[in-house]
């Protein structure tokens, strides 16, 4: 019994501070144990009304933790995770199925504490057995994200029925226990006797505020809310969830969606073309306030949406080749004659934040750059990246001009109009789009492109072929975003390292492969604070953006939202998201406005 006693008092003194309701990597937290609701709801909601929105091309499967198939619009909103975040802090999340967590004082565990009251839409109890259970599925049978973004949880060890532990590979990794408490929790006695490898079509079993009523493949996809859904009372969930139903109606493309929207067909539109939200947001039913439209800020890190060169084309490998063709891209004439000067120009991949590149690099970013200086490009110390700039107008001699120089210095050529290698092979690239949206802004890239030699091909092709070749790397280039925080982590492997370049279904879409990146990942992930977590952020944009793997894009740093007048939007709204889930219907009202 002493010897017992001994062990225990050992592994107590461990553990870190007392158990505690919330996790975050901001340094701070707002909202203090015993808190009531979140500021931006109304915890006196109204609850009823449909929610009617609206998905693009269509989908073939229930199962959203697999890589095949395309997942329905809305089926997370079935499950419930350990923690939950908060909409108006950073990167801060706190409990909900699990009711506390506790962090050993060295990291190298994080136990969380399940509330007794979590259950399944079927009434059983959630324990620790469907959180290892969840764990251990998804990361060996889920999309390979599952299996990157947990790679440094060694394993989930059941203390009792509502304890469970993860023990980490490494101690460094301060964002462990914090993406841990992310992990959607899936029922074990439900999938007991079921292939989950081969479980596309199976209605799922959650514990989240909705379960799927009904569906038709590529038509349409309903929820219902869980009337005694467990944790409507929790502080998390005041004043939140409070639409009856959310239907989510598919249509063939953006352009039927928006008529469909004008017509009352659906609720609420998020818009993300700016030439839409210019001119075709108007008419009678704004008139008379039937629909309002409105621009929300949001505070959100602008995420990095670009054209993506695959390195893994011998045609993209030279450096110059790439810079070149970046400068053939003029945002400035887009944005003024195709975007009606709604955009910014974006120069990082933490836009918009404190991670954010600036100047040349500080004392430091150069301890952490000069370790990796044969990796990088030297412009790195010597230059601070600037994106392209041109009139406007059009007229681009200066950058057609830098671009054939750095061609020639790449070993191209110009011969009867055509730029060609030593071969007299002549550079080419195909971009291949989901949506036909984006061709009216790569026609003039095309043009310019033109003038200087090098034929571009831009294809649009079916959802389902594009996601197939994205995830197996079948392309020249692609449109994709990369979707940072604030605190950057484990999200960074997937995006950058080498290890996972050629994992199929990855998210390594430029196929990147440089020891200097996967060094800054790293100090990155294992930051020890704050302060390294942003020397390293700042040094990893320097890099990326001086290797040009990529021809970034634009942001925004509002939220286009046009809605059918029925909400009832309360007054605070959450800082990074314009809070849709906050908002409630008046189903009167609602009625009233969609009776023809």
């Known amino acids: ?242 639409f009856g139903k959310i239907k989510y109606d598919y249509y063939k493309d953006q352009n039927v969606a928006l008529e469909a929207f004008l017509a009352g067909e659906y609720s609420l539109r998020l818009e993300g073309t700016a030439k839409n939200w210019a001119t075709l947001y108007k008419g009678d039913n704004f008139k008379k306030e039937k629909i309002l439209k409105k621009e929300i800020y949001n505070a959100s890190i602008g995420k990095m949406q670009g054209l993506i060169f695959n390195l893994r084309e011998k045609k993209f490998e030279n450096r110059d080749v790439r810079k070149a063709i970046s400068l053939l891209f003029d945002f400035q004439w887009t944005n003024k004659n195709l975007f009606y000067s709604q955009y910014k120009r974006t120069e990082s991949f933490f836009e918009n934040s404190q991670l954010k590149a600036t100047g040349l690099p500080s004392k430091d970013e150069l301890k952490l750059l000069n370790q990796i200086k044969e990796h990088i490009p030297q412009e790195v110390f010597t230059t601070v990246f600037k994106t392209s700039v041109t009139k406007g107008d059009g007229k681009i001699r200066n950058q057609l001009r830098q671009a054939l120089r750095l061609f020639k210095k790449a070993g191209y050529s110009l011969k009867k109009g055509k730029l060609v290698d030593k071969k007299g092979k002549q550079l080419s690239f195909e971009i291949i789009l989901a949506s036909a949206t984006f061709n009216r802004i790569l026609l003039p890239f095309k043009k310019n492109l033109a003038q200087v030699g090098v034929r571009l091909d831009i294809k649009t092709i079916d959802r389902v072929q594009y996601i197939n070749r994205l995830q197996n790397y079948k392309y020249d280039m692609t449109l994709r975003p990369y979707r940072m925080s604030t605190s950057p982590g484990n999200e960074l492997y997937g995006y950058f390292s080498s290890k996972y370049a050629d994992t199929v279904g990855g998210r390594n879409y430029s196929g990147i492969q440089n020891k200097g990146v996967d060094f800054l990942v790293e100090k990155i992930v294992k930051a020890k604070n704050r302060k390294d977590l942003i020397t390293g952020a700042k040094a990893l944009d320097r890099v990326l953006l001086h290797s040009h793997m990529l021809i970034p894009n634009w942001y925004i740093d509002t939220f286009r939202v046009a809605h059918w007048n029925y909400f009832i939007i309360p007054k605070n709204k959450p800082k990074y998201s314009y809070g849709l889930f906050t908002w409630g219907i008046d189903e009167k009202k609602q009625k009233s406005l969609i009776e023809k």
Do not use: C
């Open 1 to 242: 019994m002493k010897y017992l006693i001994l062990i225990l008092a050992i592994a107590l003194s461990l553990f870190g501070s007392d158990k505690t309701h919330a996790l975050t990597l901001g340094g701070s937290i707002k909202y203090k144990e015993g808190f009531t609701h979140f500021d931006y709801v109304n915890p006196k909601m109204k609850k009823g009304g449909i929610l009617k929105s609206y998905a693009i091309g269509t989908f073939d499967s229930l199962n959203p933790f697999l890589l095949k198939g395309k997942s329905a619009v809305g089926i997370v909103l079935t499950y419930d995770t350990l923690m939950t975040s908060s909409l108006d802090e950073e990167f801060t999340y706190y409990g909900l199925i699990a009711k506390s967590a506790k962090v050993a004082k060295d990291n190298s565990f994080v136990i969380f504490y399940i509330n007794k009251k979590a259950k399944f839409h079927d009434g059983k109890p959630i324990t620790a057995e469907d959180v290892k259970f969840s764990f251990e599925t998804l990361t060996t049978k889920g999309t390979p994200f599952y299996k990157r973004y947990y790679k440094e949880v060694k394993e989930a060890i059941v203390i009792d029925k509502y304890t469970v532990k993860f023990t980490f590979k490494n101690k460094e990794n301060l964002e462990l226990p914090v993406i841990l408490g992310q992990l959607k929790v899936l029922p074990k006695h439900f999938w007991k006797n079921k292939n989950f490898s081969h479980s596309s079509n199976i209605k799922p079993l959650g514990s989240g505020p909705y379960r799927l009523k009904s569906y038709k493949y590529g038509k349409y996809v309903e929820y219902e809310r869980v009337k005694d859904y467990w944790a409507k009372d929790l502080n998390v969930n005041k004043g939140l969830y409070n």
